[in-house]
């Protein structure tokens, strides 16, 4: 016999939403995803490549410093390593597809499940298991290049 939507919503209302969304990250219903939104930036895309100018001012402008470059050719996390030296990963969660959106530290976590990825797109946390996929870059003349 199935289950109607009112003996559903019944059942969920009986276990607590917090069991379910616990359940759902598959930690232990304590602890909150870490992390903080990061600042976004718009690349333009030509000839397949994405570009971002990177000025002094902007969340790249130093070392350490990173982002979540938006563009209709994907989306990117990009950290500023060293002063001409850039890392960019597909900023598409492993585990769900979700976009990687947020930082802790100089972590990537995943808003949806708690995934962390260091800069590089290795797994810290799972749920996911499998890294990020990284992109080359090039900088010069203050305009960092994605391909």
Avoid: W
Avoid at 88 to 94: D, G, K, L
Avoid at 130 to 140: D, N, R
Wanted: net charge neutral; aromatic share 4%.
């Amino acid at each position: 016999m199935s289950q109607g939507r009112r003996d559903f919503c019944k059942g969920v209302a009986s276990v607590g939403i917090g069991s379910l969304i616990a359940g759902c990250g598959g930690g232990n219903g304590t602890s909150a995803i870490p992390g903080q939104p990061l600042t976004t930036m718009t690349g333009i895309v030509t000839n397949g490549a994405v570009t971002v100018a990177v000025g002094p001012a902007s969340p790249l402008g130093a070392v350490g410093g990173m982002t979540l470059v938006t563009s209709s050719a994907g989306n990117f996390l990009v950290t500023r390593t060293a002063q001409d030296t850039f890392v960019s990963v597909t900023a598409n969660c492993t585990h769900q597809a979700c976009a990687v959106s947020n930082a802790s530290g100089p972590n990537y976590v995943c808003p949806c499940h708690g995934s962390e990825f260091d800069a590089s797109g290795r797994v810290i946390v799972g749920p996911a298991v499998v890294p990020l996929t990284q992109h080359p870059t090039q900088f010069a003349g203050g305009v960092l290049t994605i391909t």
